[in-house]
């Protein structure tokens, strides 16, 4: 079954909104963490969450382990938010990767 | 180094030429992972080092893909006789020992494309 999936697969918002993309991820995975891949292809370690909550300015995250859950939160939204969020987990140590959230943010 | 380094950071190659794409990790990361990412895909595992120990290469779609990293640091992904399909990025990441709060941390990748 699928490892880790993630929700919506795209997403567009005003410049200023707020968003919420979750990631579910089975037994098999742990320590999820959440990635963004730029509109260039870089991939920008976000946040390390195994479990609990992390803040990083606009942006924050919460894992809630035992219900194999993770939420990244997304507060006044601009256009350099766009790109494809992912999360990941480890899993004898390779990373499997949710498909993604596309998330576009017009001016 | 402040990151992990990749380069080339895009490569044009003529089908049936050899590539080698270089990774360069943070300084003190032992662990060093390959991966491949298609076109609106996630990442792909490709293979990964402990310091030099090439622990697990099962992600390696061919014996035409070849991975090193003789000294523990520097490391090497090689493709023979390049094929179309392996038209990708391809992204090296490293992270620290296991049980230190840093993840992984990836470099900007290279950009192949097959002719």
């Known amino acids: 079954g699928i490892q880790v999936e993630q929700s919506p697969p795209d997403l567009i918002l005003q410049e200023g909104a707020n968003s919420t993309l979750r990631c579910n991820f089975s037994?098999?995975?742990?320590?999820l963490q959440w990635f963004h891949q730029n509109p260039w292809g870089q991939l920008i370690n976000l946040f390390y969450?195994?479990?609990?909550?992390k803040q990083n300015g606009r942006l924050s995250a919460t894992t809630v382990a035992t219900e194999r859950y993770s939420l990244l939160y997304i507060s006044s939204s601009q256009t350099t938010d766009s790109g494809v969020y992912f999360c990941?987990?480890?899993?004898?140590?390779?990373?499997?990767w949710g498909a993604g959230t596309k998330l576009i943010i017009k001016p | 180094g402040a990151g992990v380094s990749q380069s080339p950071r895009y490569k044009v190659a003529k089908r049936g030429q050899d590539v080698a794409l270089r990774c360069d990790p943070i300084?003190?990361?032992?662990?060093l992972f390959w991966y491949q990412q298609a076109l609106g895909q996630g990442p792909e595992f490709l293979t990964y080092?402990?310091?030099?120990?090439?622990?697990?290469k099962s992600g390696l779609p061919s014996d035409r893909f070849f991975a090193e990293r003789p000294e523990g640091s520097v490391s090497t992904l090689k493709i023979q006789r390049t094929q179309q399909e392996d038209s990708a990025v391809y992204l090296c990441?490293?992270?620290?020992?296991?049980?230190?709060?840093?993840?992984?941390?990836f470099g900007s990748g290279t950009r192949l494309t097959v002719v």
């Open positions: 990941a987990g480890d899993s004898n140590y390779q990373l499997i």
């Open positions: 037994d098999s995975v742990n320590n």
């Open positions: 969450i195994p479990s609990g909550t």
């Open positions: 300084s003190g990361h032992v662990s």
């Open positions: 080092f402990q310091n030099e120990a090439q622990l697990d």
């Open positions: 990441a490293s992270s620290a020992p296991t049980g230190m709060d840093y993840g992984y941390t």
